[in-house]
C-alpha cells in the first residue's frame, strides 16, 4: 500500500491521520541514527533551500530545525523579526513573498498569532512548517514528544499521558492531544481551572483537578512551563502557592503506584512547575526529547519535501 501523503505544509497534527503521524514517527527512526555519526550528513535535501523565520523566541525548536535541514544537506538561512524588516513594519506574506522570489523552497515559521503558518501556506508556494504559532499548535514538538513515549513504552496505543500546568496558553497541549488521541492514547489534564480552556473537554481528554489525581492516574506526565509571557490577567496568586499545589516534585512522585516517565517540551521553570531533582532524575526524558527532535524535524522536512519513506534506498551513504 502507498505511504499516506503529508500535503504541501504541516501546520499541525489536527489536520492529519494516524496513518499520515505514523509515516512521520517511522521515518524519524532511521534519521536518528545519522546523529550518531561522526559525520550527521546525508544528501536526502541537497538542492532545497529553507527559510527559518521566527518570530519569537526559540532555542530547541529553531537549533533543531537547523540541524535537520544541516543533516539533510539542505542550505538553510534564518531570519529573526529583529534584525529583519519585518522590524520596519513589513508584512508576514510580503516577507514570504521577498524571500520566495529569491527561489526557496520551504519556510519554518515560528509566530505569536494562531493560524500565521496556514495563513502563509495559502498565500506561498513553498513548504511551510508550523514551528509554533501562538496558542494554536507546535506539531513537532507534538511529534517527538510521542516519538519519545514510543521509544520508552513500545506503543502509544493504551497509554495514560496527563499533560500537566498551563493548557490554557499552550500549544505543546494542543498538539499532544491531537497526535496522542488520534494514536489510541488516554489523555488527562491537569492544572487550576483558570488555566484550563473551558472547551477541554471537547478534545476529547479527561480533567483532572489535582496534580496527585494524575500522578495516581498516569504512565507519563508531561510538564508544561507557566507561560507568564502570555498571561496579561492574574491566572494565578503566586508562582510560589502554583508549585504548592501543582508542582511536580519528588515527594510527590513517591507515591504514584509505578514509576512515571517525566517530559517537559522545556523550557524549564526550575522550582515553578517541575523540580530540579525531578527533572534531572532517573525517570526523566526530557533530554531525550530534544534529541529526537532533530530526527522528527529531519523527517517532516524530508517528507515534506517529497521524500520516500524508505529513506534509506534513496539517500545512501554518508555525503
Ligand atoms: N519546546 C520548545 O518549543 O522550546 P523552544 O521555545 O526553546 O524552541
Known amino acids: 500500500m502507498a505511504a499516506p501523503a503529508l500535503g504541501k505544509d504541516l501546520v499541525g497534527l489536527e489536520p492529519l491521520s494516524a496513518e499520515q503521524i505514523r509515516l512521520i514517527l517511522d521515518t524519524a527512526e532511521p534519521f536518528k541514527e545519522v546523529s550518531e555519526r561522526p559525520i550527521k550528513k546525508v544528501p536526502a535535501l541537497r538542492g532545497k533551500t529553507i527559510v527559518n523565520l521566527f518570530f519569537e523566541a526559540s532555542t530547541r525548536t529553531r537549533i533543531s530545525f537547523e540541524f535537520a535541514e544541516k543533516r539533510l544537506s539542505a542550505d538553510t538561512v534564518n531570519v529573526a523579526s529583529t534584525g529583519s524588516s519585518v522590524s520596519k513594519g513589513e508584512t508576514l506574506v510580503d516577507t514570504a513573498r521577498n524571500l520566495e522570489a529569491m527561489r526557496i523552497d520551504m519556510v519554518v515559521i515560528r509566530h505569536g498569532s494562531s493560524g500565521a503558518a496556514q495563513f502563509l501556506g495559502h498565500r506561498i508556494r513553498s513548504n511551510v512548517i508550523n514551528a509554533g504559532d501562538g496558542k494554536h499548535e507546535h506539531p513537532t514538538q507534538g511529534l517527538l514528544d510521542i516519538l519519545t513515549l514510543r521509544d520508552r513504552f513500545g506503543k502509544i496505543e493504551g497509554l495514560k499521558v496527563a499533560i500537566?500546568?498551563?493548557?490554557?496558553?499552550?500549544?505543546?497541549?494542543?498538539?499532544?492531544?491531537?497526535?496522542?488521541?488520534?494514536?489510541g492514547a488516554e489523555v488527562a489534564v491537569c492544572g487550576p481551572a483558570t488555566l484550563l480552556p473551558r472547551n477541554v473537554h471537547e478534545l476529547g481528554v479527561t480533567v483532572l483537578p489535582r496534580i496527585e489525581d494524575a500522578i495516581q492516574w498516569a504512565d507519563a506526565l508531561n510538564v508544561l512551563r507557566l507561560q507568564l509571557e502570555?498571561?496579561?490577567?492574574?491566572?494565578l496568586p503566586s508562582l510560589r502557592e502554583y508549585n504548592r499545589v501543582f508542582g511536580v516534585t519528588t515527594e510527590r512522585l513517591a507515591k504514584a503506584p509505578k514509576d512515571l516517565l517525566i517530559l517537559h517540551p522545556g523550557p524549564m521553570n526550575r522550582g515553578v512547575e517541575i523540580d530540579s531533582d525531578v527533572a534531572d532524575g532517573p525517570h526523566s526524558v526530557i533530554l531525550p526529547q530534544v534529541t529526537n527532535g532533530v530526527a522528527v524535524r529531519m523527517a517532516v522536512l524530508y517528507l515534506l519535501a517529497g521524500g520516500s519513506p524508505d529513506w534509506t534506498q534513496q539517500t545512501g551513504g554518508v555525503d
Do not use: E, P
Not at 490554557?168 to 488521541?181: E, K, Y
Open 164 to 183: 500537566c500546568g498551563d493548557i490554557l496558553h499552550s500549544r505543546v497541549a494542543r498538539s499532544n492531544i491531537w497526535g496522542l488521541t488520534k494514536l
Open 230 to 235: 502570555r498571561m496579561h490577567a492574574g491566572f
